[in-house]
């Protein structure tokens, strides 16, 4: 790897794994990849940073010199249920928390689908804006940043009202920027057309809070959920968008955030290696 680290040397400045791209690989054998190869940021995820424990996860990569660029995952806001939602909440809370302790100051909200029995999208966005004014004060109490991440339409029913980038900022503008904010991720927002005046406007409000890469190919699998492509596979101009979030000021982390079964079954370390050098060789 010493000649990977050679060829990427002062190009990866920005740059930030995502756990999920390479999860593969345990806590411990990223921390070390991540650490050979001079990829200083990581995203984390709740479920895997959890097994290992989270103050061991934090003295971990903290000990290592890396940066923990995101946690992933809050949200599921959207139960009409009381006691759901009750739960939803405390949830949250510790997601936070959690955050905290791994020294991120962006918690990745994944908004929620619609509830069982419902078909009513603008309830279970309003539902969102009512968790969301109880959660961000308390996320900027303790330093954090609630990033609402549109996802593609394609999983409003089941994962994610939350289908734009302006749908997120409409929410995310009625509290402070410095509380809540948004996820540009290529994947979820490059089909678009109205996306490059939403991050516009999301920048000038100081509102991206998260900046994800990845690509869109296709056919999309059967597992449309683990569909996204390495950069440079797919359809999307990955440099046009990096280009168009620097644009407004932005010079935060880049994070490459891949779900893709094909991937996950090659070799960890060596697929880290390749991400790095898509990276570089198609975004910057």
């Not at 961000?136 to 289908?163: Q, T």
């Not at 190919?217 to 390495?230: D, E, K, M, Q």
């Not at 620097?246 to 090659?266: C, M, Q, S, Y």
Request: hydrophobic share 45%.
């Amino acid at each position: 790897m010493n000649s990977d680290r050679s060829e990427l040397t002062g190009r990866l400045n920005r740059f930030s794994i995502n756990q999920m791209t390479v999860k593969q690989l345990s806590l411990p054998e990223l921390t070390e990849a991540c650490v050979r190869l001079g990829v200083p940021g990581i995203g984390l995820w709740r479920e895997p940073v959890r097994a290992y424990g989270v103050e061991a996860a934090a003295k971990l990569v903290r000990e290592a010199g890396l940066a923990v660029t995101t946690l992933c995952r809050g949200g599921f806001l959207t139960a009409i249920d009381k006691d759901q939602r009750a739960v939803a909440l405390a949830d949250n809370r510790a997601a936070i928390d959690e955050a905290v302790t791994l020294g991120t100051d962006t918690l990745v909200l994944v908004s929620g689908g619609l509830p069982a029995g419902s078909k009513d999208l603008p309830a279970a966005r309003e539902r969102i804006a009512d968790a969301l004014a109880e959660l961000a004060p308390y996320a900027g109490e303790r330093g954090v940043r609630l990033a609402i991440e549109p996802l593609h339409p394609m999983f409003a029913s089941d994962r994610c009202v939350v289908s734009t980038l302006d749908q997120a900022l409409e929410l995310a503008e009625r509290f402070p920027a410095e509380q809540v904010g948004v996820v540009v991720d290529t994947y979820h927002i490059w089909w678009d057309d109205r996306a490059p005046a939403a991050v516009a406007r999301a920048g000038a409000g100081g509102r991206i809070h998260s900046f994800q890469l990845a690509d869109w190919i296709t056919p999309l699998p059967a597992g449309v959920l683990n569909g996204r492509g390495l950069i440079g596979d797919g359809a999307v101009d990955v440099r046009e968008w990096r280009e168009r979030v620097d644009a407004t000021g932005f010079t935060g982390p880049i994070e490459v955030e891949l779900f893709n079964d094909e991937l996950w079954a090659r070799d960890g370390v060596e697929l880290l290696t390749e991400v790095a050098r898509r990276y570089v060789t198609h975004a910057l």
